[in-house]
């Protein structure tokens, strides 16, 4: 943090994609949003003029308001939900500082539109088991924290997507899924725009297990183990992927700040 008002790009990026990140909220003007469709990771477009329609679901949570360069529209908004009672800071330098730094951007144009509710809905086949968890956790995390996500018989994934305007991920013959020897995780985070050292290193990993290719990365057998076992406990898909979103935000994290750790073990020795 900068101050009270405003959140600085370090603290920001530090938070991304963890369970305990910001709302971010993105009220850049209609032409400054067109000039660069994309957004900041899980960033809600909203219009800064209407933010008293648009305050109450952001209650309780901690927000992050992003304009272009983090001046008057997003101090005033953030200001704006402070009088709501609504924990907000602005970005210091706005979307182009972030741009400029090289923060992730979500990139918006390969996205499906929000139904009534704005949220993303995707339909998958049920029972997952890894690229059915990974990519709804990537969508949660990194673009969509309010996607739904539906999980049903092979055969209805297809009109379960035109009856109920969903978009088909992880099945045959549709764009969110497998091509070549990568799998749908891979294309979420090349087509997203969402290369990082973190995601590319838990994508390998993500890799190796949904394809039986357990000799790419130590990680994979045991990764396709713990995936295997929650699928084993769980009868319910949402609770299963509710799960599984741990699953794998401790994965992230190790993948982002701890692969350089050990385990030491004799205490003892390790002392010595």
Known sequence: MLSNIQTSQSCLSSLVGLPTAPAIVDVRTPDDFNADRRLLPAALRRDAATVESWADPLAGQDVVVVCRHGHALSQGVAA????????????DG???????????LVET???PPGGTSGRTVWVT???PKVDRIACPWLIRRFVDPGAVFLFVAPAEVAAVAERFAATPFDVDGVFWS????RCSFDIMIE?????????DRLAGIVRAADTARLDLVPQAAGFLAVSLGLSQMYDDDHEQLEAGMLLYDAVYRWCRDATGETHNWPAGRALA
């Not at 704006?80 to 800071?89: E, K, N, P």
């Not at 706005?94 to 992730?104: I, P």
């Not at 087509?191 to 995601?199: I, K, P, Q, V, Y």
Request: proline share 0%; charged share 25%.
């Open 80 to 91: 704006w939900l402070r009088h709501a009672g609504i924990a907000a800071t602005s970005l």
């Open 94 to 104: 706005g979307f182009e500082a972030w741009r400029n730094a090289g923060g992730l």
């Open 109 to 111: 144009k390969v996205l």
């Open 125 to 127: 086949r049920t029972r």
């Open 178 to 181: 497998h091509r070549g020897e």
């Open 191 to 199: 087509e997203l725009g969402l290369r990082s050292d973190a995601l």
